[in-house]
């Protein structure tokens, strides 16, 4: 069920050495490009990183994601200035759980790091990746199969549902 990978995943920040493959990676980016988009303009971009100096050098840059020095890879998530900025970050966001959602179901851990548009940290993360110069961070998602456990608790909050019926 669906539903139970969704309440099974948890944000993973310790992962094992185990390698994630290739085709594994394919199938992580190809959930993200399968999310919705306003105007289904799919303005976003991903940087994949797996070569671990570089790994370590975005893990100083983003202190936030400090497990990024430890991660199989990384996926810089952003979208391209002035085509759809004003949607560009919720399509942005819709990607990313798309992405920790496929990963789960593979067994793969994730977490998403905020590096927001036209952050120090984002700037610096873009330039690092030489990308191009209207590319803005949304966030830097981090996978690796996990070395650590978490526990599931129930979050379902009826008062901040209201039904119209
Ligand atoms: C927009 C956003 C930004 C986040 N930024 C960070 C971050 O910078 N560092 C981090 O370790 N986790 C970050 N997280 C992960 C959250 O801390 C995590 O999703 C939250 O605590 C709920 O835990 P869960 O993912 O295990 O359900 C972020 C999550 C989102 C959605």
Redesign the pocket.
């Known amino acids: 069920m669906l539903l139970d990978v969704i309440k099974e995943r948890?944000?993973i920040?310790k992962y094992t050495d185990q390698k994630v493959s290739e085709d594994q990676i394919r199938e992580i980016l190809e959930a993200a490009f399968w999310a919705p988009t306003a105007v289904n303009r799919q303005e976003w971009r991903f940087a994949v990183v797996e070569d671990r100096e570089t790994l370590k050098k975005l893990a100083e840059i983003n202190p936030?994601?400090g497990?990024t020095a430890g991660a199989a890879f990384s996926v810089i998530v952003g979208y391209q200035e002035g085509v759809n900025d004003r949607f560009a970050q919720v399509d942005c966001g819709a990607a990313i759980q798309n992405m920790l959602l496929q990963a789960k179901s593979m067994g793969i851990g994730s977490?998403?790091?905020?590096l927001m548009p036209g952050s120090e940290n984002g700037v610096k993360t873009a330039e690092l990746l030489g990308m191009p110069e209207d590319f803005r961070t949304v966030?830097t998602v981090q996978f690796g199969y996990p070395a650590e456990e978490?526990t599931v608790e129930d979050r379902y909050d009826e008062n901040k549902v209201k039904f119209i019926r």
Do not use: F, K
């Open positions: 948890r944000s920040r936030n994601a497990m977490v998403w790091c905020a966030a978490r």
